[in-house]
């Protein structure tokens, strides 16, 4: 089992910048991937950014590409999500989760084993 705890949602104006973190606990030894997704009011939950715990390697969705950075520390079991340049169409709640996979990184909900609690994110325009 591993458990993941979101934080550092909140809200602000279009263009700035916020860093989420998400801090996983429990079985943490294991090669996973840790992503996060959002879901706005009415949509679908999606996938925003992935990183691998082995290799590092990270995987962005078009939107967010060049404004997003998503980063680890396996010390402290800790991924976080830098969002930059932020605009209105960013409102959502954000979720980290992982998946026990190695070698890729998925972007399907479905594949993910373990979800947090998401922390709200609202960019005013």
């Known amino acids: 089992q591993v458990q993941l705890v979101e934080s550092g949602g909140g809200l602000l104006q279009a263009g700035g910048s916020l860093r989420l973190s998400c801090a996983a606990s429990g079985r943490t030894g294991s090669s996973y991937v840790t992503a996060w997704f959002r879901q706005a009011p009415g949509k679908e939950r999606d996938f925003v950014a992935g990183i691998s715990k082995n290799s590092g390697t990270a995987y962005y969705d078009d939107s967010v590409k060049g404004r997003f950075a998503i980063s680890r520390d396996n010390a402290k079991n800790t991924v976080y999500l830098q969002m930059n340049s932020l605009k209105p169409e960013d409102t959502a709640v954000y979720y980290c989760?992982?998946?026990?996979?190695?070698?890729?990184?998925?972007?399907?909900?479905?594949?993910?084993?373990?979800w947090g609690q998401g922390t709200q994110v609202t960019v005013s325009s």
């Open positions: 989760a992982a998946a026990l996979i190695w070698g890729r990184i998925p972007i399907r909900r479905a594949e993910y084993n373990y």
